[in-house]
């Protein structure tokens, strides 16, 4: 069976003034947060380069650059964004090995969006992960557990493809709590 899963880049709008605009005291402190190592200023401003916030030109591999520095820290929002970014070449060289262990970092934070996209990747084999459907159940099961509407649909697509010893391996694995 063909699964029709898309990976969706979810981005959360970085803090701006009222009208939208950084004023020139928060963009200074911002990139000043950032060189200082704010994982949070740094997810904000790799957004910002992202986007092309009024007064910043998009630059999506200076994005890539504050991503990278902020989920090395452990920001989950930035782990996902990412992987995004190796996924689809964006800022950077396309590199799935890249993408496959920002999104186990995100996921394994309880991402629903990047649990969504590992069980994307082990249903269809991408890149060094093998195709497993025991192991697209688990992470199916966490993104639906994390709220994500399409996860309940596609895991009930999946456990219909699945065989016996395939849907009790996907059981066993989901039973264990995240990050154990």
Known sequence: MKYAWVIVLLLAAPAMADDGNYTRAQATQLLR???????EAQYDLAMAYH???PGLAKNDSDAVQWFRKAAKQGEVRAQYNLAIAYYRGIGTK??????VKWFYAAANQGNADAQYALA???AKGVGRLPKDNAYAYLWLSRSKEGGLKDAA????????SMTPREL???KSLAAVPLGK
């Open 94 to 99: 396309k590199d799935l090995a890249q993408a």
């Open 168 to 170: 009790s391996r996907g």
């Open 120 to 122: 994307a990747a082990y």
């Open 51 to 53: 986007d092309g916030a």
């Open 33 to 39: 947060n950032a060189k200082g190592g704010d994982a």
């Open 153 to 160: 649909r596609d895991l009930d697509s999946l456990i219909e």
